[in-house]
């Protein structure tokens, strides 16, 4: 490709870059998208696509144990790892086509390769080509963190390695207490694996209501994951293929393998930020912007997990889209970051949206709270333990919804429609004068008909 000049220029083929691309070639600019590795960005090609797609391969053991209690006599089982993981390269790979696709048909091109800022407007390819650009759009998205280096860092893996080991470890050590720790401990688990959580804090899924975390932790530690908080690791030795980790409270485990997932930092090494002026966001080390994406520099932009703002993918693909409206759409246009709906894909799930107790309680004179703990109804012949946990958190004053947490089956599912409602600024009352669908878990929530509590606190002189 000869040195070109476009109206966009877009670093990163995920999903806010890819959104944003289509969209502005769909107003007539001229677009060029560059990525350096794959298409799909991190959430199709190793993040909550294939992750998910694990999740249901776990899922199969579960319902295994659980069927003799319907009349179902099942022959033991065989899990090969090898055929979940080519069959999730395949899909994976279709997913990737499809995206490329679906950008070289909004008018959009794409070079495989890596952009570097030259200056404000002039890009640098990995080929050696230059892009001059009236607008660029920054989408590279964020990497695994490892954090402070230890010794034996080396031996330990990433979300972006685990998709690809030759082999399903029969015991694995896992640090990190969010969303991608708890989910592939979940997912080993469920598999067959040993696994241990390593977390330094002294619960897990920290920023997430106290009585999800604490459930979330008690179904886990139920199906037998073993959960370690208030340590961390602080090193990892190789004998063989044996990995001891050491940890600060002075214990180790024997593993065969070790994961850190202990957050993500945003993806700004090396796209020579400094040579076009654009600033860092000091408290977190992502792009800084404004509420419609613009960096310190008028014409460039920067969306998704690179900004450090709400890292999820649809995050992402709602701030690409506004914007492509609000540059070339002629639209200007917000992304609002309140009561954004979102699931962790643990083994029980979790949904939630909205504010938790404690931030309800800090920021609201008036707060209820309508909680249900109990057994759906499949438990009662599947044999299982597992709780299902539903908790509103209400305005007092208003009876406005101000936080809905579900952890249990088809959470995920059930959060997506309740958001809406949350959305819509939906009351007790409403969900009050909602038939139940009956029997079902989700009825719960228009049941709940007594407050389990009532805080007052008084205004401040």
Sequence with gaps: MADARVDLF?????????????????????????????????????????????????HVRHELDEAAGFGWTIPEATFDWATLIANKDKEIARLEAAYTANVEKSGARIVKTRAVFEDAHTLRLGTGERVTAAHVLIATGGAPNHGDAIPGIEHVISSNEVFHLPALPKRIVIQG???????????????????TVVYRGENILRGFDEDVRAHVRGEMEKSGITILTGCVVTRVD?????????????????????????????????????NAGVALNPVNGGIAVDAFSRTSVPHIYAVGDVTQRINLTPVAI???????DTVFGGR???????????????????????LTEAEARAQYTHVDIYKASFRPLKATLSGSESRVLMKLIVDGRTDRILGCHIVGPEAGELIQVVGIAVKMKATKADFDATVAVHPTAAEEL???????????????E
């Design 238 to 274: 190789k004998h063989g293929d044996v990995f001891t980790t050491h940890l600060s409270s002075g214990s180790s485990i024997a593993s065969d393998r070790v994961m850190f997932a202990i957050g993500r930092h945003p993806n700004v090494k090396g796209l020579g930020l400094d």
């Design 446 to 460: 228009v049941t709940l008909r007594t407050p389990t509590a009532r805080h007052v606190r008084e205004a401040a």
């Design 10 to 58: 877009v670093i990163g083929g995920g999903s806010g870059g890819v959104r944003a691309a289509r969209i502005a070639a769909g107003y007539g600019a001229s677009v060029l998208v560059a990525e350096e590795y794959r298409m799909g960005g991190t959430c199709v090609i190793r993040g909550c696509v294939p992750k998910k797609l694990m999740v249901y391969a776990s």
């Design 177 to 195: 207490g969010g969303y991608i720790a708890l989910e592939f401990a979940c997912i080993f688990a469920g598999l067959g694996s040993d696994v």
């Design 332 to 354: 200007p246009t917000r992304v609002d970051h309140n009561d954004i709906p979102t699931a962790v894909f643990t083994q029980p799930e979790v949904g939630t949206v909205g």
């Design 318 to 324: 709602r701030e690409g889209h506004a914007f492509a």
